[in-house]
Nanobody
Framework: VQLQASGGGLVQAGGSLRLSCVDS????????VGWFRQAAGKEREFVAT????????KYADSVKDRFTISRDRGGNTVYLQMNSLKSEDTAVYFC?????????????????WGQGTQVTVSS
């Protein structure tokens, strides 16, 4: 598995970004995928997760109704659409491949992690 997260950048509060997580070796189509984030000086935290078929999604309370996780039909790209961004969303965002086909809200449920992409929201 080789994960590449992209799509981060600088955006004003209230704006939108879409992050992408690509599996260049096309091996995570049968696994759940999650997004986590880590702000400077803070612990990594769960953001969103999707199961292998895209039928089950879960979100952290802090992003519910603002962020949407999805995956393409081919299964090798997972997206995180982020709307109504707030300054507290500023962090490095990581995608990860779950140990199973299910979605998971725990970092322990993930086997592979990609390099992060920086999201900065200015107020």
């Amino acid at each position: 598995v080789q994960l590449q997260a992209s799509g981060g950048g600088l955006v004003q509060a209230g704006g939108s970004l879409r992050l992408s997580c690509v599996d260049s070796k096309r091996t995570f189509s049968n696994n759940g995928v999650g997004w986590f984030r880590q702000a400077a000086g803070k612990e990594r935290e769960f953001v969103a997760t999707i199961d292998w078929r895209g039928g089950s999604v879960k979100y952290a309370d802090s992003v519910k109704d603002r962020f949407t996780i999805s995956r393409d039909r081919g299964g090798n790209t997972v997206y995180l659409q982020m709307n109504s961004l707030k300054s507290e969303d500023t962090a490095v965002y990581f995608c990860a491949v779950a140990r199973s086909a299910s979605s998971s809200m725990s970092a322990a449920g993930y086997r592979y992690w990609g390099q992060g992409t920086q999201v900065t929201v200015s107020s």
